[in-house]
């Protein structure tokens, strides 16, 4: 495979470029698993209402599309859209969208507009939005509206035009790229013309692969965490590959490093990896050449800085000159997002996924007790991680990483590698766990499970099986499901649980077994592979998608990537925006008010959103109601 290839796979198809997996079960043993898996859905136990998986009945009644809750009254206050398979964004009747950042927009007026045959300059690039647009939360802060928003990776084909192949060439090439990277936080404002940009406002910040982070929580200052440049292990410079985000009761941002390990490569072709780099898919060539141009990213004069990387990462948007937090007690793996709750008690509950096919779902619980006004410092350093376990039964518990349950593993070392603390815990392999969602108004969690080829087929990076069955009810699972779990006592600190699937996307045009999806889906409201994933704060759920947008096939009727809103009471899914052809909708928030929601379009292909001719350019859109009702 050639370089150029290289740059147009996937985060999953490059991580399994590095290291192989043989395939373990075969074809025989993955279908006697699919049936023994019909068996039991027949007699789950599901939640009262909205589940895909419903109480009685055998799976293929199940999927068989009309239900009571399809004549449910809706809650939906807009007319469900048609895919589309177009290059540009639709919104139901009586609403509109407007662009409100693009990739390499000034942020400062120091900065040049983006100049499309150049990408932009390595001088302008940490002083304008950055690229691909993904996990974003807005502050209400003393009257301003600041956004802290995620610039995931780069398109160097896009980014560095005039590169062959957008290959790095340079130091300067490499500087340009990290900067386009990481976060960015930015006032906004709405206007005579819409929402905008506050250039130049005292809010407006650029985190990149270079600003200086402090590293927090129990395993900061371990040994693994030290280099030369610090010795101390608590400093570090960065953060990665930000992908869904969060937002703490206490307003500060969460931003989460999901495919960290595709930075770090080695100029020694002979370096030999530890097994642990293995397990995060740390190789010896990175995707952007860092290694080639800036040493502290070449693993094989700096072995310990891929450790400083894989955290969430707290930032607070209300002063721009604060150092961000690596929060090691949170752990480290291919973060997705964060979702915050509050047990009844006042301990921060936080649910975390590790985005890989067959990784695993976490949740933190602090020790401390969250009270308005009080100190925070160390709610997020102090705490109990836990791995999920479900059970075919329709339970599950959470189990936590001690030394105990993890082989004898030390505290820092669970933090570190957590990966490889959660199979020895024996937690349940998941069909890529992407973003978790908290209902605000049922207790409750929901997980976008996004999809899973190597399910049934190959184990995870760690050699544990990942059998079909429990939340992951389908081999080669091209289209995703989204699981939910009600924790025991209405307490999101409880180690108990039940959960049921919200819904399991499918084509039913297509198939008639548990492909087709469940009950829920329907040809108005096709989709596959859901991602992002955030309540409103009137209890619906926004899926939005990543998934496959040729609409051929298994995936005909599909169409575009999109977003959809779902009842979670009654199941009902249907859709309001359809994204450009090429690209992914991630990461959502809304205006103060709720009149405004916010939507970011992630890698769009031209000629989104400037015309033919133009760069593409990832995208966030403010969306609107025409008579200014909320949204939200
Ligand atoms: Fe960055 Fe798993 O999505
Ligand atoms: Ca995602
Ligand atoms: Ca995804």
Redesign the pocket.
């Known amino acids: 495979m050639d370089k150029s290839e290289i740059q147009d796979l996937s985060w999953d198809e490059w991580d399994e470029l590095q290291d192989p997996r043989p395939e373990e079960t075969g074809f025989d043993r993955v279908v006697e698993a699919a049936m023994s898996r019909r068996g039991f859905m027949g007699g789950v136990l599901a939640f009262g209402s909205g589940a895909a998986v419903m109480g009685s009945g055998t799976l293929a009644t199940l999927m068989s599309g009309t239900s009571a809750h399809a004549q449910a009254e809706s809650r939906f206050a807009f007319h469900p859209i048609p895919i589309a398979t177009d290059f540009t964004v639709h919104v139901p009747e009586g609403y509109s969208w407007r662009p409100l950042a693009k990739w390499g927009q000034p942020l400062f007026s120091d900065a040049s507009e983006l100049d499309h045959e150049t990408g932009g300059s390595v001088k302008d690039s940490d002083r304008v939005f950055g690229e691909n647009t993904d996990g974003m939360e807005l502050f209400a802060i003393g009257g301003h509206q600041v956004i802290a928003v995620n610039h995931e990776y780069a398109n160097p084909k896009v980014n560095l035009p005039k590169n062959e192949d957008g290959i790095p060439a340079s130091a300067d090439d490499v500087l340009k790229l990290q900067n386009l990277q990481g976060v960015a936080v930015m006032e906004v404002a709405e206007g005579e013309g819409g929402w905008e940009i506050v250039v130049d406002s005292p809010f407006n910040r650029r985190i990149t692969h270079n600003t200086p982070m402090r590293i927090s929580g129990p395993a900061a200052g371990h040994d693994l965490l030290k280099t030369q440049a610090d010795p101390s292990g608590t400093q570090s410079l960065g953060t990665f590959n930000n992908c869904g985000a969060g937002k703490t009761p206490w307003g500060t941002y969460l931003t989460c490093e999901e495919n960290f390990n595709g930075y770090f490569g080695s100029t020694d072709a002979n370096f030999e990896r530890p097994a642990e780099f293995k397990r995060y898919g740390i190789g010896l060539e990175g995707r952007y050449a860092y290694e080639k141009f800036d040493p502290r990213f070449d693993i094989s004069k700096n072995p310990n800085e891929p450790n400083r990387a894989g955290y969430v990462v707290e930032i607070d948007p209300s002063d721009p000159a604060s150092t961000p937090v690596k929060r090691t007690a949170l752990g480290r793996f291919k973060h997705e997002n964060a979702a915050c709750a509050l047990a009844p008690d006042g301990r921060v509950v936080v649910y975390l996924g590790d985005?890989e096919r067959g990784e695993y779902l976490y949740k933190y619980v602090s020790n401390g007790f969250y009270t308005p006004g009080g100190d925070t410092s160390t709610l997020l350093d102090d705490g109990k991680l836990y791995v999920a376990y479900f059970l075919d039964n329709g339970s599950g518990r959470w189990v936590e990483l001690t030394p105990e349950s993890t082989g004898g593993l030390g505290e820092a070392e669970i933090l570190i590698h957590t990966r490889l603390a959660a199979s020895a815990a024996g937690g349940t392999t998941m069909d890529r766990p992407?973003w978790v969602a908290v209902n605000p108004v049922s207790v409750e969690g929901y997980c976008a499970l996004?999809n899973n080829k190597n399910r049934g087929v190959k184990a995870n990076a760690g050699g544990d099986e990942t059998p079909v069955g429990g939340p992951n009810p389908r081999a080669e699972n091209h289209y995703g499901q989204i699981v939910r779990w009600r924790p025991a006592n209405e307490d999101h600190a409880d180690t108990a649980f039940t959960w049921d699937l919200y819904v399991m996307a499918g084509n039913p045009a297509v198939h008639d077994d548990a492909y087709a999806g469940s009950s829920n889906i329907n040809e108005g409201n096709l989709f596959n592979?859901p991602?992002g994933m955030m309540f409103d704060t009137t209890g619906l759920l926004w899926i939005q998608t990543?998934g496959n947008d040729d609409n051929e096939g298994d995936f005909a009727g599909h169409g575009n990537n999109q977003m959809l809103a779902g009842d979670p009471v009654t199941g009902r899914i249907e859709r309001f925006l359809t994204g450009p052809n090429g690209s992914?909708v991630t990461g959502i928030t809304w205006s103060a008010d709720k009149r405004t929601m916010f939507v970011g379009i992630q890698h769009p292909k031209a000629p989104f959103p400037d015309g033919e001719g133009k760069l593409p350019r990832s995208t966030v859109i403010a969306i609107k109601r025409d008579d200014n009702a909320p949204i939200g």
């Open positions: 985005d992407e996004t592979s991602d990543d992914e």
